[in-house]
């Protein structure tokens, strides 16, 4: 199993997740940060699962799946951005929506700053096909 990085910088919760993973384990690890960052009374998350390896991107039913395992976490009061590698990145962003539905805020960027500015509510240019909406 690989490595996992909780810290608090603020009032931003950072979680790192890195090396060998998979799903199941990372989203259980992903919905106790969620859950950790509630209980610390902090309504932002970063997640950065860009050092992950060893899980294909997820399809539709798994970002479906995933996005209500993390919601019952958030319980509405946790805002989180996750940064990761381009190919997990769904163009549609069905994951967001699948999160919005069930009132879990959240979006995903490439990019550490812009996911920053985005949880932090500073806007700022995206590049094309990056949106800093939900």
Do not use: Y
């Amino acid at each position: 199993m690989g490595e996992a990085w909780f810290e608090v910088v603020g009032d931003v919760a950072w979680f790192r997740v890195a090396g060998q993973q998979e799903l199941e384990d990372c989203v259980r690890q992903i919905a106790d940060a969620i859950a950790r960052t509630r209980t610390l009374g902090l309504d932002k998350l970063l997640i950065d699962v860009r050092r992950v390896t060893g899980i294909d991107p997820p399809g539709i039913a798994a970002r479906h799946w995933l996005m209500g395992e993390w919601a019952r976490e958030g319980r509405g009061s946790v805002r989180t951005v996750m940064v990761a590698r381009p190919e997990f990145i769904d163009p549609d962003r069905f994951g967001v929506i699948a999160g919005l539905n069930s009132g879990f805020v959240s979006n995903v960027f490439e990019n550490e700053d812009r996911a920053l500015e985005w949880l932090l509510g500073r806007p700022g240019r995206s590049p094309p096909g990056e949106s800093t909406s939900t």
